[in-house]
Nanobody
Framework: QVQLAESGGGSVQAGGSLRLSCAAS????????MAWFRQAPGKEREFVAS????????YYAGSVRGRFTIARDNAKNTVYLQMNRMSSEDTAVYYC???????????????????WGQGTQVTVSS
């Protein structure tokens, strides 16, 4: 059974930075496309960033492109999200997700991911 555990959330002031981590346990996630999503109160879960299995391909939502960076360390079975120049609009619960086996392309659709972590809260104060 695959388990994804997010960490690194917390409170930060506008303009600050945070780095989230997603550690996968159980079967290795090094061969799978991974992604970060977020959900603010009263809003739909939205795509943030996705990364291919080898880490060569990445894709970002327009709202975070240039500020956030997704990366992975397959030796540690961990995916990261470096968030810089944060604003109050980044406040949300952040979720790590994994695509099923056999899909090599990055995706922004939440329906393309079948394993999810429990989420970590990120709060940005202005």
């Amino acid at each position: 059974q695959v388990q994804l555990a997010e960490s690194g959330g917390g409170s930060v002031q506008a303009g600050g930075s945070l780095r989230l981590s997603c550690a996968a346990s159980g079967r290795s996630s090094s061969s799978f496309v991974m992604a970060w999503f977020r959900q603010a109160p009263g809003k739909e879960r939205e795509f943030v960033a996705s990364i291919s299995a080898g880490g060569v391909s990445t894709y970002y939502a327009g709202s975070v492109r240039g500020r956030f960076t997704i990366a992975r360390d397959n030796a540690k079975n961990t995916v990261y999200l470096q968030m810089n120049r944060m604003s109050s609009e980044d406040t949300a619960v952040y979720y790590c997700a994994r695509r099923p086996a056999g899909f090599a392309s990055v995706s922004s659709s939440k329906y393309d991911y079948n394993y999810w972590g429990q989420g970590t809260q990120v709060t940005v104060s202005s």
